[in-house]
């Protein structure tokens, strides 16, 4: 079982950026697809940007397209999304996933981190 954990979410004004990781544990990290996921107040659970074991392969939900880069670092079992151009309706709490295959669907993965909270000031 993959233990995961993320940081560098913060409070920032919109239009600003902010460079979210996840730090895994397992040797067989490297196996796995990657996803990032945010749920906001009061709302379900959404898919925002996922990346295949080799990190050839990336896929992005259509909100976040051109304003959010997925990537991963398989030496160092991190993976991380940067985003850019932030708008308050971007306010979340991010969660890092890891599954079997790149995938947008909650239930595709099976492990999760904790969170890290992204605050949008309009």
């Known amino acids: 079982q993959v233990q995961l954990v993320e940081s560098g979410g913060g409070l920032v004004q919109a239009g600003g950026s902010l460079r979210l990781s996840c730090a895994a544990s397992?040797?067989?990290?490297?196996?796995?697809?990657m996803g990032w996921f945010r749920q906001a107040p009061g709302k379900e659970r959404e898919f925002v940007a996922s990346i295949s074991s080799s990190g050839g392969s990336t896929y992005y939900a259509n909100s976040v397209k051109g304003r959010f880069t997925i990537s991963r670092d398989n030496a160092k079992n991190t993976v991380h999304l940067q985003v850019n151009s932030l708008k308050p309706e971007d306010t979340a709490v991010y969660y890092c996933a890891a599954g079997a295959r790149l995938s947008s669907a909650l239930n595709g993965y099976h492990a999760w981190g904790q969170g890290t909270q992204v605050t949008v000031s309009s």
């Open positions: 397992g040797r067989a990290y490297s196996s796995y697809a």
